[in-house]
């Protein structure tokens, strides 16, 4: 045997149809091609769902599966990742949050849970060692997720029960709805992962396990933990995050002009009102981690007065972005909102561009006051915003509508309201505004479960040196972010390889795979990051073998969604960003994506991919030299495609 350590060596597989569980052995070979994480997930999802199943049909999978090094001491590894067909987008989806349930899953025995079928009333299962089972859950039912976290806790007498649960949102098949972590700790929040919970009627998961895991070679797991600490002791990417948390990305939006605001029509905004430093000032009370981090950059924000006053909430960038989306930046809304999201579990960034796209079409007359049962969609109106969401999560008026997400809601108003829903394949936008920056742009069109700023590292073209650029990329106009084209499109293919590692081992991207510069991210994201699992494994593999592993799952998820139907014509962004200059002036002022250098680059990233040009599908040839014979027979019998 190759793995000494690491994996459980168990696949847990519960039917919540008949109640059914099962146990297999997980096979060494599947464990060292696809690693873990988003790698188990997607090859099973491709493997076992059917095409064409509705996302909401009792035949879709969820797949919880934590990455290779979760459970291990091994740093900022703690993420686990859920894989289903997305209700949004009707692709693959997928969503990963930190958190200690990958660990007590892998505690219990488990590299991976699959639970297929649908509960006759509302369910939870149980995991604790040898003990799987499928509960009553009908008193939860209704419940926000924090409080069947804590409901669940204190039932069972466990304190440090860990947990996966949904609130009203998910219970209501939001098409956006989370699934949160231990109770608020993460949240798995795209794709809509919650609504396929709640069309199983699954409530939770609740695990707690007690057997070890094997560490293979200790020493060099000790040096190679060492080695990342005195990478993070020297990089400047470092001392902000720890400073400020993730919303010190407000200062990268701002230096670019790329707020995306008001529906992503203005790029500089106003945004004094959630400048990081006051927030850390203000309404910081807490600087935390995740499991065994030690760059901190989680905060936990608190309302001390006023009509908020006792609001206490985690809360990432993410939010705050949005809600500027929505032409917010009340801190004190922002904070209360998202405690509101959490509570009832939805996507922050999907419900507050659905809020925005909402606003847009009122302003424009596509929703009128008899629409919105008398509630002015006005841009700037924190109470609007936090009215929209209640009504969304709960399905309640206007929020049912909304509930289906942008792309759903735009075509049962019409009117040309499709124009005005910021999405891609469905999912709606994340980050910052890519006009100006052609290579942002392209790598949202190309992300295998919609629009992501997470699928990729475009900000490579901000860190990397023309030299660096050259070698790595083939041009130094890699680095050259408002006028580079070539090299652009390698430079995505690569990060996404590249950010894909930390899905299938579990270790956070910002903790990894962002950097100040070129170097210390690859150290950190490939050379490290393969050592710390040879250590653990007992595996010699190399850092090329890994990344390897990513480009392998990558197009794991190209095929599910070639299967589905998808092809060049839906790698692309909303014509917004196209045909109107931003707004607001500043450093992007007037800026649009120029189309043509768009389809250069992304005619040049379907090269470096081995993929068909034209139809920018994935060709069979190319997925047989990254060992997937089996999906490129799968797919030969279904789509014609070039060898």
């Not at 109640?19 to 464990?31: I, R, S, T, Y």
């Not at 590299?111 to 499928?134: F, M, N, R």
């Not at 470092?238 to 995306?260: D, M, S």
């Not at 807490?286 to 981090?293: D, I």
């Amino acid at each position: 045997m190759l793995i000494k350590g690491g994996y459980a060596g168990k696949i847990l597989r519960v039917d919540l149809s008949t109640d059914k569980v099962k146990v297999e052995d997980l096979k060494e070979d599947f464990a060292s091609k696809y690693v873990g994480g988003r790698g188990f997930g997607s090859i099973i999802l491709f493997k076992e769902l059917e095409p064409e199943i509705d996302p909401l049909d009792p035949r879709n999978l969820i797949i919880v599966t934590p990455g290779a090094l979760t459970g291990t001491a091994a740093p900022a590894a703690s993420r686990t990742t859920i894989t289903f067909k997305s209700p949004l987008s009707n692709l693959h989806g997928d969503s990963a949050s930190s958190g200690l349930f990958g660990a007590n899953l892998k505690y219990s025995g488990y590299d991976s849970l699959i639970i297929s079928g649908k509960a006759s009333t509302p369910v939870y299962i149980y995991i604790e060692d040898d003990k799987v089972e499928v509960r009553d859950a009908k008193r939860l039912w209704g419940r926000t997720a924090g409080d069947t976290h804590k409901f669940l806790r204190d039932e069972l007498n466990i304190p440090d029960l860990s947990t996966l649960t949904i609130g009203q949102a998910g219970e209501k098949l939001v098409r956006y709805a989370s699934v949160i972590t231990d109770g608020g700790a993460g949240v798995h929040a795209r794709c809509g992962v919650g609504a396929v919970f709640g069309s199983k009627n699954l409530k939770a998961i609740a695990a707690r396990g007690h057997r070890d895991l094997h560490l293979a070679d200790p020493d060099m797991f000790r040096k190679t933990f060492q080695e990342y600490l005195n990478v993070i002791a020297v990089d400047p990417y470092v001392p902000p995050a720890k400073k400020y948390g993730t919303p010190r990305f407000i200062y990268h939006r701002a230096k670019f002009g790329i707020h995306g605001a008001e529906n992503w029509q203005f790029g500089a905004y106003e945004w004094s009102g959630v400048d990081p430093e006051l927030l850390r000032s203000d309404y910081s009370i807490k600087a935390a981690s995740c499991p065994n981090c030690p760059i901190m950059c989680r905060r936990e924000f608190a309302i001390r007065s006023g009509r908020f006053s006792g609001t206490v909430s985690k809360m990432e960038w993410e939010s705050i972005a949005r809600a500027i989306t929505c032409g917010v930046t009340d801190a004190e809304a922002i904070i209360y909102q998202t405690r509101l999201a959490n509570m009832y579990g939805i996507d922050a960034e999907s419900v507050g561009d659905t809020i925005a796209f909402a606003m847009e079409c009122y302003q424009k007359g596509l929703l009128t006051p008899q629409d919105t049962g008398g509630l002015e969609l006005k841009f700037k109106d924190p109470d609007v915003m936090i009215e929209l969401t209640r009504r969304i999560a709960l399905r309640e008026g206007i929020g049912d509508l909304l509930a289906e997400g942008t792309l759903r809601a735009a075509a049962k108003i019409g009117k040309g309201a499709e124009r005005f829903a910021m999405q891609i394949k469905g999912v709606e936008m994340s980050a910052g505004d890519p006009r100006g920056m052609p290579v942002r742009a392209v790598s949202y069109a190309t992300g295998t479960r919609g629009a992501d700023h997470l699928r990729s590292n475009p900000y490579i073209e901000e860190i990397a040196t023309p030299q660096e650029a050259k070698e790595w990329f083939g041009s130094e106009e890699a680095s050259d972010i408002k006028s580079g084209v070539k090299g652009k499109g390698r430079l995505v293919k690569w990060s996404e390889d590249f950010v894909t590692i930390g899905d299938l081992l579990g270790l956070c991207k910002f903790a990894y795979y962002r950097s100040a510069t070129f170097e210390y991210l690859r150290r950190k994201g490939i050379e490290i990051a393969t050592r710390l699992y040879n250590s653990v494994t007992g595996l010699n593999i190399s850092g090329e073998d890994m990344m390897r592993a990513g480009e392998r799952v990558f197009n794991v998820e190209k095929a599910f969604n070639t299967r589905e139907g998808a092809s060049r014509k839906d790698d692309t962004i909303p014509a917004r960003f196209f045909e109107e200059p931003l707004l607001g002036g500043g450093p992007s002022g007037g800026a649009v994506v120029d189309r043509d250098k768009f389809q250069t680059i992304l005619d040049e990233y379907y090269e470096s991919r081995g993929w068909d040009v034209s139809t920018g599908l994935p060709r069979l040839g190319r997925l047989r030299e990254l060992g997937l014979e089996e999906v490129a027979m799968d797919l030969s019998k279904r789509i014609s495609l070039k060898d």
